[in-house]
């Protein structure tokens, strides 16, 4: 069935965008607002990757834990973010990172729009439960990359 292949594009993408948005974390350490929100923006995507693995199986999808890269490189990253804090460089890789990051929680969203179609259509009150919850963190964690761009490309983009 169709829905599988759904719940496990979904459990790939939420696994991408904890990961990701750990990574901004660590990378961006000297940055105080990206480094604490996308910590906490990215235990939501670890609590969604939980509800998926609790109801994936009931489904016929083989979601499973992907292994979290979070703490291997993070104390290099943040060294390496304290070091270059005062160059122009990082701004650079902030925009890129938060770009790749409105990417990535723009598909996630649209994959938990699909689910939440498909629920009600084949009568899945569980899965438009699950897509009811989780939805809109997604779209909290999208519409964070959005504002977060628009205050700082202007400044990073004229310096």
């Known amino acids: ?20 948005l750990t990574a901004v974390s660590a990378r961006h350490h000297a940055e105080h607002e990206i480094r604490y929100i996308a910590r906490d923006l990215a235990a939501w995507s670890r609590d969604h990757l939980d509800r998926l ?8 999808a083989g979601t499973h834990r992907l292994g979290s890269l979070r703490s291997i490189t993070a104390p290099l990253q943040r060294q390496v973010s304290d070091l270059l804090a005062r160059r122009p460089e990082p701004g650079i890789v902030l925009l890129m990172d938060l ?11 649209l ?9 009600q259509a084949l009568r899945k009150p569980d899965l438009l439960e699950l897509a009811q919850t989780c939805h809109p963190q997604t779209l909290r964690q ?13 400044q990073i983009i004229a310096s």
């Open 111 to 119: 994959d938990w729009e699909l689910l939440a179609q498909a629920a």
């Open 53 to 60: 693995e609790r109801v994936g199986p009931q489904h016929g």
């Open 1 to 20: 069935m169709k829905l599988e292949l759904l719940l496990d594009e979904l459990h790939r993408g939420e696994h991408r965008l904890e990961h990701d």
């Open 99 to 109: 770009r790749h990051l409105h990417r990535v929680s723009a598909g996630v969203s």
């Open 142 to 154: 999208l519409r964070w990359t959005n504002a977060m761009l628009k205050v700082l490309s202007p």
